[in-house]
């Protein structure tokens, strides 16, 4: 697909992790211009060494103020902004009782409220691209709980919530979709394992689990991302996508 997002300004948070790295790369090669965000230095500046159009943006994405400078680097550095592919995400993992207070607001503060705060600094200027989208990484956690993990659960269904109020409220300038993974070989779903009762089987498991037998891989992931917000997807929006080997309906 070397054209399918040529000249289209993209912003990617989590770009440094598992998911957001294979997204930015999937763009790049579609010919996108990206705005990479992550807190990993060393990670966010190889991947914009790699990725040519690219800017490593080092922050915080529970803070407003990251998010606020993520879009000015896209109007500094490419004059106009079309995409934003949200995929920063931190598990939180803990019960009710055990999970500290700041653990709580943390998780909602990253997963949640950093989508808010990117939307809202970013729409006046999605808003005048012909293309303009957001495209949400949320979860078959918005639908489906797992032990010891209420914030996530928490922060993915409020995520999907959000997602349709922005289609609502920006249609039909904008196109706001959300994305569901089940599964995926990623540094996060291994560490998520220490949430289970037996952990060395978890990840093994939840393979098992899947109707296909086997775990998403990142670029499973990037590719549906890739259709979601491209203009092959112009009619769809205010819809979450699960993408999950079958695992919510196993
Ligand atoms: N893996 C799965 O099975 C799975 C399933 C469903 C949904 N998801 C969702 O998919 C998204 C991507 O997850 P992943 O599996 O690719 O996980 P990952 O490899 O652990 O990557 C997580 C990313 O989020 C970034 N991040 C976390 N907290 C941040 C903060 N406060 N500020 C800025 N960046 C922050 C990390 O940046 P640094 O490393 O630079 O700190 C990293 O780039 C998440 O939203 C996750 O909830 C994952």
Redesign the pocket.
Known sequence: MPNKLKDKVCII?????????AISETFAASGAQLIL????KE??SALEKKLKNSVFI?????TAQ?NKELVQAAISNFGRLDILS??????GLGNVVDLSVETWH?TL???LS?IFYLSKFAIPYLSESKSGNILI?????AFKSFPNHPA?CAS?AASVALMKQLAVDYGPKLRVNAI??????????H??AIAFENPESAVGN?KKMTLLQR??T?ED?AKLALFLVSDDASWITGSTINIDGGILNA
């Open positions: 948070t989590g770009a440094t992790g598992g998911m957001g790295r965000s992550g807190r990993n990670k966010g080092q922050g915080d994405v529970s990251h949200i995929n920063a995400g931190v598990l943390k503060e990253t997963n950093a990484n949320a979860s078959i956690a996530y993915k569901c993974p089940g599964p995926v070989d990623t540094p996060l779903l560490d998520s939840a775990l998403g990142p992931i």
